[in-house]
């Protein structure tokens, strides 16, 4: 069974700093592209990142670029987003996606002073 | 910039059939897209059912189905059940490792 799990959100001050980790298991990681999926209280699902198998190849929204960064370790499984700069608009729950396919249970990350 | 574009919400009968549309603010939805739609309920994850246009992930329903009508992507539920009342998502390939979610169509079974 595919597994995919966000734990790490939190509080966090704006301008602070956040790494998000996402442990998977039921797959062959290093087969797959991983993508991070933010949703902000009450709006709709916004695509953040995604990464290729061999981390060939990262994507950027537009809003976190510059600030996100999304790496993955395959030989743990595991996909991280280090989140600089955080802004209150930030603010939201962070799902963890294979192949935009299997979904996490998502985490909070909360922005705010 | 180009923006994907989706119905803000529908109506739809028990038993009866709709479709939801994804385009683009700029150009034509085709396969080279990758099109995919994802259904989400209130407080839950979301659960992909479409991916690659057409291909129905395991365990999803095969009264959904997708496909490109015109110059947009679709997603049609025929036989609606109660259970289908959510929110739809679909999501593009823009190119350039980069991907783009519409803003969602809300679907009510009534």
């Known amino acids: 069974e595919v597994q995919v799990v966000e734990p790490g959100g939190g509080l966090v001050q704006p301008g602070r700093s956040l790494r998000l980790s996402c442990g998977t298991s039921?797959?062959?990681?290093?087969?797959?592209?991983m993508h991070w999926v933010r949703q902000a209280p009450g709006k709709g699902l916004e695509w953040v990142s995604g990464?290729?198998?061999?981390?060939?190849?990262?994507g950027y929204a537009d809003s976190v670029k510059g600030r996100f960064t999304m790496s993955r370790d395959n030989a743990k499984n595991s996909l991280y987003l280090q989140m600089n700069s955080l802004r209150p608009e930030d603010t939201a729950v962070y799902y963890c996606?294979?192949?935009?396919?299997?979904w996490g249970q998502g985490t909070l990350v909360t922005v705010s002073s | 910039q180009t923006v994907v574009t989706q119905e803000p919400s529908f109506s739809v009968s028990p038993g009866g059939t709709v479709t939801l549309t994804c385009g683009l603010t700029?150009?034509?939805?085709?396969?080279?897209?990758?099109a995919g739609w994802c259904q989400q309920t209130p407080g839950q994850a979301p659960r992909t059912l479409i991916s690659?246009?057409?291909t129905r992930l395991s365990g999803v329903p095969d009264r959904f189905s997708g496909s490109i009508l015109g110059n947009k992507a679709a997603l049609t539920i025929t036989g609606a059940q109660a259970d289908d009342e959510s929110i739809y998502y679909c999501?593009?390939?823009?190119?350039?490792?980069?991907?783009?979610f519409g803003g969602g169509t809300k679907v009510t079974v009534l």
């Open positions: 996606a294979k192949d935009m396919i299997d």
């Open positions: 039921g797959f062959t990681f290093d087969g797959y592209a």
């Open positions: 990464i290729i198998w061999n981390s060939g190849s990262i």
């Open positions: 700029s150009g034509s939805v085709s396969t080279s897209y990758y």
């Open positions: 690659n246009t057409n």
């Open positions: 999501i593009l390939y823009m190119g350039s490792g980069i991907w783009m």
